[in-house]
């Protein structure tokens, strides 16, 4: 037999096994509300070469790639235990038994391992919260999507309804346009499962989950007890509606928190999940998660400022265009917004800067920022240009990025990538905030520049969910317990 078919072989047999994980997988996630990780990517609901690459992935941070022939013990393991709802990570707990040298058995380590969630001490299987999405574009259907999407046993985030104003055209004819757009994306590609729709009822069916659909011009218009929603979040996705006052309007019957998917005024909390949403008070009812570009560039900031100090920087956005803009020149109350979004590139102005303090207040640094539009429909860059309280060199930044992305509580927010060929659409679905670009990273003593990709659509989308997960009690504790 040559080298190739032994590589081969072992494929097939690793394929194999990674097969046999996904029913235990699953079980785990319906019936106990246990989602299984590796190095804290979710093995949930993948296929078998996602199982595989993410194994692989291990390697990132131990050097050697992880076998699924290691894992299978552990994970064989965990489906004899008395588990209550609780994140998992195959990946730390293979590191942690490497490193243990009391000769226990995998059975005996696991069960130690994870006993926080296990008996008397396990957390119980909390009542799902009902979501209403308030307005469904993009980030509105990519929400719904990850809501769909983490359903799991209905013990967690349960979408309920989504608000719209009707279409112009025929009752049946919008609703069915709507699921539509749900089904099919150009940029995000199928719905992963699928969709009915029920028009007497007024109701999408994705997944299992039955999502009506209400029609309403003004938010105090809704009582959204008459749907059976209860103690709901609604996320706004319009945007309409930035300050307290504005949003206060959806504290409907039914509605018990807002959170806004566009950078808050006036009091209104601006969240960075990572950052700062454990400065959310219990009794806030209405709260920002801020830009998509504020979530990209605030959490390398924090990093940056962490271990160098930041003592003043700027950021420029080179930004994929919105639906804000104009496919053809036309009025547009902006200056420039107005000229062809698909053949120009548009001078603009970003928020993002200036939402930083908010994010960050402990950060004294000045940070100014502009941004340009540009002809590509999603996948944006930030560069990020530091001046840092001492000097480094590019090694040392590439070698600390790296880490905050691999081991750091950051690592949700921050991905890396070394790819010298890496361009804006290899990171369409990218569910973190940023990516840094190692290739492309700049320092030189004291000034450190920093390229950071971001999918202005997805990655802030799950970003939001983090936040909506933390405050309605959802996000369950990782065993063993990261590094911190």
Not at 132 to 150: D, N, Q, T
Not at 166 to 179: M, P, T
Not at 216 to 231: C, F, L, R
């Amino acid at each position: 037999m040559t080298v190739n078919d032994d590589s081969f072989t072992n494929w097939k047999n690793r394929e194999e096994i990674a097969e046999s994980m996904i029913p235990m997988i699953g079980k785990l996630h319906r019936e106990r509300d246990v989602t299984v990780l590796i190095h804290s990517r979710s093995l949930v609901n993948k296929s078998v070469v996602s199982i595989l690459k993410a194994h692989r992935f291990a390697r990132q941070i131990t050097g050697e790639e992880l076998s699924v022939t290691e894992t299978l013990p552990f994970l064989k393991a965990l489906t004899t235990l008395d588990l209550g709802p609780s994140q998992i990570d195959l990946g730390l707990l293979v590191a942690a038994y490497r490193d243990d040298n009391r000769g226990l058995s995998v059975e005996e380590f696991t069960a130690e391992a994870v006993a926080g969630a296990t008996g008397a001490n396990k957390i119980e299987r909390r009542e799902g919260r009902d979501v209403v999405l308030y307005g469904f574009g993009r980030i509105g259907r990519l929400l719904a999507r990850l809501l769909i999407e983490k359903a799991g046993s209905g013990n967690g985030l349960r979408l309920r309804a989504i608000v719209v104003r009707r279409g112009s055209g025929r009752a049946s004819e919008d609703l069915v346009k709507r699921a539509s757009l749900l089904r099919r994306d150009s940029i995000h590609g199928q719905f992963q499962g699928t969709i009915t729709v029920d028009e007497e009822n007024s109701t999408i069916l994705a997944n299992g989950n039955r999502i009506k659909v209400i029609y309403a011009d003004d938010p105090a218009s809704v009582d959204y007890t008459a749907y059976g929603i209860k103690n709901a979040i609604l996320i706004d996705n319009t945007g309409k509606w930035r300050d307290r006052e504005g949003l206060s309007q959806h504290l409907r019957p039914g509605i018990d928190k807002v959170v806004l998917t566009a950078p808050g005024k006036g009091d209104v909390p601006n969240i960075v999940h990572g950052v700062n949403h454990d400065t959310i008070k219990p009794d806030e009812r209405i709260l920002s998660c801020a830009s998509c570009t504020t979530n990209a560039i605030v959490p390398p900031l924090k990093a940056m400022d962490d271990e160098y100090g930041v003592l003043r920087g700027h950021v420029e956005t080179v930004h994929s265009f919105t639906n804000d803009q104009n496919l053809l020149d036309n009025y547009h109350k902006a200056d420039r917004r107005g000229r062809s979004a698909p053949l120009n590139m548009v001078i603009t102005e970003t928020g993002a800067a200036s939402a930083v303090s908010k994010a960050l207040p402990d950060l004294k640094a000045k940070i100014t920022g502009s941004s340009i539009r540009v002809p590509v429909p999603d996948v944006s860059i930030a560069i990020l240009n530091l001046q840092l309280a001492r000097e480094t060199t590019r090694e040392e930044v590439l070698d600390y990025l790296r880490k905050v992305s691999l081991t750091s509580p950051l690592k949700r927010q921050i991905d890396f990538t070394s790819a010298p060929d890496a361009v804006s659409s290899d990171f369409i679905g990218s569910r973190h905030a940023s990516i840094v670009d190692a290739g492309a990273t700049k320092v030189d003593g004291d000034n450190a520049i920093l390229y950071l990709w971001y999918d202005n659509e997805f990655g802030y989308s799950c970003q939001v969910i983090r936040v909506v997960q933390y405050v309605s009690g959802v996000e369950y504790p990782t065993y063993p317990a990261p590094a911190s």
